[in-house]
């Protein structure tokens, strides 16, 4: 550092004194260049850029402090110090010598002592200058791929968001960052069966480490959603794909939610988030749905429990979900607000204002126009009950195929119970069927078939569950434990699916057929006040099969209540089907 070459500009008429200052120079390793007067070392300034000045005072033309004062007047992008050499020794003189812009004084004659010390002093003093531009070019670098990065991360976090399932009329929510942009991220998508998946995923942190972490997760929600799995089997996944790719100081906390308006039920997942509430009109928590889990991407595969919590509920209301970020939001002077204080802004909506922006005001107005400590997110489902009585299932508005469309095809499939223990048969199912063209454009259609068919053969065949438990208060809860418990320890058993599409007077139509391997069960005396969905007495079994009915031409039961075949009619054509 000490032995960086300066560019010395030496300004003197007195070619004694320039030579003295010269001979200093070289033997410390550096180069000057010589003026004679105040407008040459202007000149030689402001094309040479030198490094260190000295200025005598008095010289022809233009003087030194007149010099001194155009040298600073100039642009310049770094500092280069000026030293005033001169035989005036006044006080006076060296007050306005320093005054007028220069850095030191020194009065000749000077010893070749002093001038090597003000020399080497400035010269450290100018290395010093350097490294703070190397760190300050360093910093600006840094800056600019900081604020690129952001702006990228901010781009496509804006295209995560812009899902067409966040458009849902049912679905409002806000997103407050605490830097640039939120590293929260908010997914919604309708499965096959018109369920609504909801996603809100805290990562650790906030901005763009936390955006990065919590990407991997849209493309296995928005995916899986799509195919028709289960919240467990999404919650499952997410954990497993952040496990292997996220460091062992990394997770992300996240509230997954399915609301199945059909079936009036509500099923939540938790890990690590606040409590997901179900508020009512009144603005009561009717239900809460506490963090159960940790957050995704801590446990491994085996020890991970992707079980949910589902509830019925018989009232219209909101589903509340929400980031960390909401319920400890602080203002400078401390005070967090809390799921109450949540509770509270949401109630104070007034007449004409909207619940969800009376909370995004209130939080505001909390934080006291200041940003966040982290990202503050929240979704709010709006969660309206279809009256059994006005409730009603119409066969999709399909165009009729034609028969040269498409050409026989079947399938048959077989699983075995230790299949039925682990896979997630229908999603797996409708994915390859959807696979033949002329199927795909009915995929919810026959979604909302085969899970019904399936989960019958499975639910009632093999694990003798009763659908009437869920009639029950914490029923549905009840019954899904009741599932688990006799799904793990089923040993024995089947069910085989077929599939054949093929054409009968010349419209095209979908066989399906389910068998399982159960005793049965009485079918006609299940059914019977069940033919339609206006029967106030159809409990939610009933309505399972008054769907089926209401999407497929046909559908028989036969044997001993172990065997359906349905008939789905590609046209859409649909009718009151019947059992034999």
């Not at 099923?267 to 009144?282: I, K, S, T």
């Not at 966040?372 to 009603?392: A, K, N, Q, T, Y």
Request: hydrophobic share 45%.
């Amino acid at each position: 550092m000490a032995g960086t070459s300066l560019k010395i500009l030496v300004a003197d008429d007195v070619r004694t004194n320039v030579r003295q200052i010269e001979v200093v120079a070289r033997r410390l390793g550096h180069t000057t260049l010589i003026a004679g007067n105040g407008e040459e070392a202007v000149e030689l300034f402001r094309t040479q850029t030198p490094d260190l000045v000295f200025m005598d005072i008095m010289m022809p033309g233009m003087d030194g402090i007149s010099a001194v004062r155009e040298i600073r007047s100039l642009p310049a992008e770094k500092w280069c110090p000026i030293i005033l050499f001169s035989a005036l020794d006044r006080m006076q003189d060296i007050v306005s010598g320093l005054e007028c812009g220069a850095d030191d004084y020194v009065v000749k004659p000077a010893s070749l002592q002093l001038l090597r010390a003000k020399i080497r002093g400035f010269a450290r003093l100018l290395d010093l200058q350097r490294e703070v531009h190397d760190y300050s070019d360093e910093l600006r670098n840094w800056r600019a791929q900081a604020e690129e990065q952001s702006r990228l991360g901010a781009h496509v976090m804006a295209r995560l968001t812009d899902a067409e399932g966040l458009r849902d009329p049912l679905l409002r929510f806000f997103n407050i960052p605490a830097e640039t942009f939120s590293g929260d991220l908010l997914c919604a998508a309708r499965a096959p069966g018109d369920e609504m998946h909801l996603m809100l995923a805290d990562a650790a942190g906030h901005g763009l480490p936390a955006a990065l972490t919590a990407m991997p997760l849209t493309q296995a929600f928005y995916g899986m959603t799509a195919k028709g799995f289960p919240l467990p089997s999404i919650a499952e996944e997410l954990n497993r794909k952040l496990k292997a790719i996220l460091p062992a100081d990394r997770f992300v906390a996240a509230t997954l939610a399915c609301l199945d308006v059909r079936n009036q039920t509500v099923e939540v997942w938790n890990g690590g988030n606040p409590d997901a509430l179900f508020v009512d009109d009144a603005g009561r928590v009717v239900h809460r749905w506490a963090s159960r889990h940790p957050p995704l991407g801590i446990l491994p595969g085996p020890l991970f429990s992707g079980q949910t919590e589902t509830v019925a509920f018989h009232e219209a209301g909101r589903l509340l979900l929400c980031s960390d970020g909401l319920a400890e939001a602080e203002p400078p002077g401390g005070g967090q607000l809390g799921l109450d204080g949540v509770l509270r802004l949401l109630g104070g909506a007034g007449p004409g204002l909207d619940a969800l922006d009376a909370l995004q005001r209130g939080v505001k107005a909390h934080l006291a126009a200041e940003f966040g400590r982290d990202d503050i997110s929240c979704m709010m489902l709006r969660v309206p009950v279809e009256r059994r009585h006005r409730f009603r299932i119409a066969a999709p508005n399909m165009p009729h195929a034609e028969p040269a469309a498409f050409s026989d095809w079947r399938l048959d499939l077989s699983y075995a119970a230790r299949e039925l223990r682990y896979l997630d048969v229908v999603p797996a199912v409708l994915g390859f069927i959807t696979q033949i063209e002329v199927l795909r454009p009915h995929q919810s259609s026959l979604f909302l078939i085969l899970s019904e068919l399936f989960n019958n053969a499975l639910d009632h065949g093999l694990l003798r569950l009763e659908s009437s438990t869920k009639d029950r208060l914490g029923g549905f809860d009840a019954f899904m434990e009741q599932r688990q418990e006799r799904l793990a320890r089923l040993d024995d058993g089947q069910i085989s699916l077929s599939f054949q599409l093929h054409q009968v007077e010349g419209e095209g139509v979908l066989d399906i057929r389910v068998h399982d391997s159960g005793p049965g069960f009485d079918y006609k005396a299940r059914f019977e006040n069940c033919g339609c969905l206006d029967s106030e007495d159809c409990h939610a079994y009933g309505r399972g099969i008054a769907l089926v009915r209401a999407l497929c031409s046909q559908l028989v039961y036969s044997g001993a209540g172990n065997k359906v075949w349905a008939r789905y009619s590609l046209g859409g054509r649909a009718g009151a089907g019947a059992a034999a």
